[in-house]
């Protein structure tokens, strides 16, 4: 069973580049690709070699994502088209052709920017998480407008105000006496004022 840990290695990716990247509209092939040249690239931080670009041939690419090597070479020449990487020439068969990310997602041919809504995303996130369902018992501030979460402190909003909380069933029971309290009241009311008309 894989369990995979950020001690063993991981890829930091800025989020910007990560959201520009699913909303362009790339295909399964292209995506590969990138997501092969993200690890390439960025995926060694705790070496002390950084990399700007990966020597990487489309034999290397077919390879690696078991992909046709012809698939491969379109899914460049597309990637290139769109300004999404640059390609350079290296000198078969000792030096391979080099591949660079271009960063600049905003000079990909026909961007259209970003969709992805972050904020928006942790709202729902927020929601889906309220006490009502929620796996890690997450809950969410009274003051809604700041949308704040709490984890694991054991008290509610209202406790924190030292407000005290009534039970759900505590709360019916009360509904129940004070609709019986009313209508005693309302017999007695009536009793007195039968009592003043004789």
């Known amino acids: 069973m894989a369990s995979p840990q950020l001690e063993n290695g ?48 489309p034999k290397d690419i077919a390879k690696y994502t078991g992909r046709d090597i012809g698939a491969i070479k379109r899914a460049i020449n597309k990637l290139v088209e769109l300004n999404v990487i640059h390609v350079i020439k290296g000198k078969p068969p000792k030096i391979k052709p080099r591949i660079k990310l271009n ?39 009274i003051n809604g407008c700041q949308n704040e979460l709490m984890m694991g402190t054991g008290t509610t909003p209202y406790e924190r105000q030292n407000e005290p909380i009534t039970p759900p069933s505590n709360l019916m029971q009360q509904g129940v006496a004070d609709r ?8 007695r009311k009536e009793q007195y004022l039968h009592g003043q008309s004789h």
């Not at 019986?180 to 017999?187: G, L, P, T």
């Open 10 to 57: 991981f890829t930091p990716i800025a989020n910007t580049l990560l959201e520009a990247t699913f909303c362009y509209g790339l295909n399964g092939v292209e995506i590969e690709i990138v997501l092969l040249l993200w690890r390439c690239i960025y995926g060694f931080k705790n070496s002390k070699i950084m990399f700007s670009e990966a020597a990487l041939s």
């Open 103 to 141: 960063k600049d997602y905003e000079s990909w041919i026909d961007f259209r920017g970003i969709r992805f809504d972050a904020s928006h995303f942790m709202n729902i996130m927020r929601s889906a998480t309220s006490p009502n369902g929620c796996q890690n018992e997450l809950i969410k501030s």
């Open 180 to 187: 019986a309290n009313k209508r005693k009241e309302k017999v």
